[in-house]
């Protein structure tokens, strides 16, 4: 890969580069079509990465259709897909990791402490090994975008990072490869993850500015279902992620909840009058 990346970049080619776990749905094609309008050559990784799973999470259980996936990928019109495995990319020894001191704090991190440090670690060591000079991410994983691009000025790669809106169901629900884990009665559980924030920008939108007023609106929806459990609701600074709790400015509302065992996220900007 690095070879052939060398070569590409010497021939003046551009590579535009999408890194993924696989099993694709409606948002990973957006990443894919975002990319394929960029450079010359697209790039796509599938890497379950063990490094960015807890002890008691769904390393083992990660749903996979690799057949499907390259199909996928083809109609895209994605000119290389990088399947390394597990042994490759952390072979005996490995011992280097890359982590953020600040960002992995808030949010997410707080219920999966490791999770940041196996993304970073990962999207360094694809980065280099791409050696693309642009690189596609969602938005639905906003925390995950914001440190990537953390990452990415702080340590000076040579790479744009660029974002591509969330992709919803009809209903809303955010797309995610977990949501196949989902039963047909779990299905309107999780979706008041996505009622929420849209409950929230209406109260935004009448007014409220008191971030308490929406978080407590948001957990009577999401708890008005017995088999959901919040992980966080949370009200934030955009940039810093650090709790707001008066709206004056456009704030991040983040959310992750379980539905049942699994374990869902979603977020959207807030933007008062
Ligand atoms: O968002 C994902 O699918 C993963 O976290 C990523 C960026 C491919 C790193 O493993």
Redesign the pocket.
Known sequence: MQEHADKQRQSGKTITFV???GFFHDGHLSLMQKGRKMGDELVL?I???PA?FGPNEDLDTYPKNLERDLELAEQQGVDIVYTPDTELLYPEGYQTFVSLETLPNFLCGISRPLFFR??TT??TK?LNIVKPHAAV??EK?FQ?LAI?KQMVKDLNFDVEIISVPTVREPDGLAMSSRNSYLTPEQRPCALTLYQSLCRARDLIEEGTTRAAEILESAARLVTSYPETEIDYIAVSDPVTLVDIETIDNPVLMAMAVKVGSTRLIDNMILTPQ
């Open positions: 890194p993924t776990m990784s890497f379950v990465n960015q196996g993304v990962v999207v694809l991410l969602g994983d995950q990537v």
